[in-house]
């Protein structure tokens, strides 16, 4: 029975009971739409397409309408007790619904650890103290004209607009004395020397699936602080291709998407300058570094051309942009600060690999070495001989939890470790005593890998039913590892698609190389993924070449490592460049034999 306001009004109220949290839910919209907008988090690896049944939500009361992809359309009952799909649920009327534990466990991993760069402060951004003398009648000239003036040893020409909006207040107000803040030839702020105070910097690794910000001390090159979210942009699909997808579908979405990902880095900049009690006007630099897609989608260049073959990015060369072009973010910074965004590779390898590289370098620059990002998009380079060659392998997001049908982020609940001794299934759950609720990326891994070498999935990929975990229903299989974590043949096909994408990405520049595996002297695993896998699982799988464990090394987010290097360091940002100019992009897809390589990586070996 519907409320009679319900009638008048274009649009139900949705609670999410577990959360306490409301959201407007249009007339004709799903539930996963509504929480989207609401920025409730329900994980959704496809994006509300319907294909990954991962966002699963039970209906606690209302009248909904649910369509099955198997069966049309039809209305389910004002209460069920059956987990379904949100994307593929309309309310009917004002409704309650419970969001599954995996969607809204916290977040353990942040992703923000890792080495401090030693490296010598040279910011973009440099703080010179100027004094004038008082203006007037026989002290002639504009106040802008006489500051420029004093900073001619500096190399400043210009002044940034609000800044020259401030500057004869402030000059008047602190006795002709002040501080300018100079970038280049452009003055982008100015303050009083009362007002002295730390220059900070903001750097970002703006992932696929994680976004992870450290705030800088310019000066010193010094961490202040780190925090990593999880990339808004996921509500929108788990890979890259889907928001590609999403943004060519609709200008309207394009925008969203932009919007994200600024609201994102917006949110960082802030939390992290109160967590040291500093103001965010005072981050006067901004780096990011992401895959070609997410930088396009941050600056709100168009991805039609980006999705479809040849793949071209709109540009490669790094840009510098004003924060304030950037919408929310130029409220987030000092007025005149910049974005400086790394420069990308081509196709899908983008900044955030050339980050990695810069990282990295000590580690590769003498030896025939593999250097993978592994992730969503997994960006793979093989650097021999002074050359650098690279490409990007559609890896899916599988190995992150994501097309799992119990996959879940590396949060409390998550299982990220299993083991079948003698039999028995072991497995270790993140979070101190905390019932298991899913999979994350490590625990995707080593299920595939305790499955293939205790033999209940064979060659193929085909689970068996020897080993009493294993349940039939209908004509699925799945192993039981948990009362409410079941890894099922679906998942087994996700896993050798994904590791079938990356190993085949190493074997075809070994093949342009024309090397052998065992030339490889090195293999530098970076990315959230790759700090947490077990390398044993990756070979037992056939996902890394059978090398001895100690040519492998796992360098956690080394992108993140990079990105501060840019931003402490003018030097490094010219060595980025130059990295990125050396590597020779490959597009995996059109080399010769790739299909036939792909396939024959399916099979596990």
Not at 512 to 519: D, V
Not at 529 to 557: H, K, W
Request: proline residues 4%.
């Amino acid at each position: 029975m519907r409320n009679p306001g319900e009638l008048t009004r274009p649009w139900f109220q949705v609670r999410f009971a577990n959360l306490d949290r409301e959201a407007r839910c249009n007339q004709g919209d799903t539930i996963f739409q509504a929480a989207r907008r609401a920025g409730v988090r329900i994980v959704g690896a496809c994006g509300g397409r319907g294909v990954c049944g991962s966002c699963i939500v039970r209906i606690a009361s209302g009248e909904v309408e649910l369509r099955r992809p198997d069966a049309g359309e039809g209305a389910a009952p004002a209460r069920t007790k059956e987990w379904v799909r949100s994307c593929l649920v309309r309310p009917l009327n004002d409704c309650e619904v419970e969001i599954a534990p995996r969607s809204i466990a916290p977040i353990v991993r942040a992703e923000v650890s890792g080495r401090d760069p030693a490296v010598v402060p040279d910011p973009a951004v440099r703080v010179h103290d100027i004094a004038l003398a008082p203006a007037s009648m026989l002290q002639g000239g504009a106040d802008a004209d006489r500051v420029i003036d004093a900073l001619r040893a500096s190399g400043a020409a210009r002044i940034d607009l609000i800044a020259l909006r401030e500057l004869p207040g402030l000059l008047r107000g602190s006795g002709w004395r002040a501080q300018a803040l100079v970038r280049g030839d452009e003055v982008i702020g100015v303050r009083g020397c009362e007002d002295a105070r730390a220059t900070l910097g903001l750097a970002v690794d703006l992932g696929t699936t994680n976004a992870a910000a450290f705030l800088m001390d310019l000066g010193t090159g010094k961490r202040l602080a780190s925090l990593g979210i999880e990339n808004p942009q996921t509500a929108y699909g788990s890979d890259v291709v889907s928001r590609v997808n999403h943004a060519m579908a609709s200008p309207a979405v394009a925008q969203e998407l932009q919007d994200a990902a600024i609201a994102a880095i917006s949110g960082l900049a802030r939390d992290l300058c109160e967590s040291i009690a500093a103001d965010p006007k005072d981050i006067v630099d901004i780096a990011v570094c992401g895959n070609t897609a997410m930088h396009h989608l941050l600056l709100g260049l168009p991805v039609s051309q980006l999705g479809r073959a040849p793949f071209v990015p709109a540009m490669c060369e790094a840009i510098d942009v004003k924060a304030r072009d950037l919408g929310e973010l130029g409220r987030s910074a000092a007025a005149g600060a910049y974005v400086h965004l790394m420069p990308n590779v081509g196709g899908y390898v983008g900044g955030d690999h050339v980050a990695v590289l810069l990282a990295t370098e000590d580690r590769w620059a003498q030896a025939t070495t593999i250097v993978m990002d592994i992730g969503t998009n997994t960006e793979i380079s093989l650097v021999h001989r002074g050359s650098i060659t690279s490409l990007s392998s559609p890896s899916g997001p599988a190995l992150e939890g994501g097309h799992i049908g119990v996959g879940m982020r590396a949060a409390e609940g998550a299982i990220e470790r299993v083991r079948i001794e003698d039999g028995a299934i072991r497995i270790q759950v993140i979070g101190d005593d905390a019932e298991p609720v899913g999979l994350c990326g490590s625990g995707v891994l080593d299920a595939a890998a305790a499955m293939v070498t205790s033999g209940i999935v064979n060659r193929r990929g085909r689970i068996g039913l020897g080993h009493p975990a294993v349940r039939e229903i209908g004509e699925r299989r799945e192993l039981l590892l948990a009362p409410e974590v079941a890894f099922t043949q679906n998942d087994v096909r996700a896993v050798q698609l994904a590791k079938a994408a990356i190993r085949s990405g190493i074997d075809c520049l070994l093949r342009e190389a024309g090397l052998a595996e065992n030339a490889i002297e090195r293999v530098v695993i970076a990315g959230a993924f790759g700090a947490y896998i077990g390398v044993e699982s990756a070979i037992a799988i056939g996902l890394l070449p059978a090398l001895p464990l100690d040519r492998i090394e796992q360098v956690g987010n080394a992108a993140g490592v990079g990105v501060r290097m840019v931003l402490a360091s003018t030097a490094l940002r010219e060595r980025a460049l130059g990295i990125a100019q050396r590597c020779r992009y490959l597009e995996l897809g059109s080399l010769p034999d790739f299909q036939r390589i792909f396939m024959r990586r399916i099979s596990f070996e």
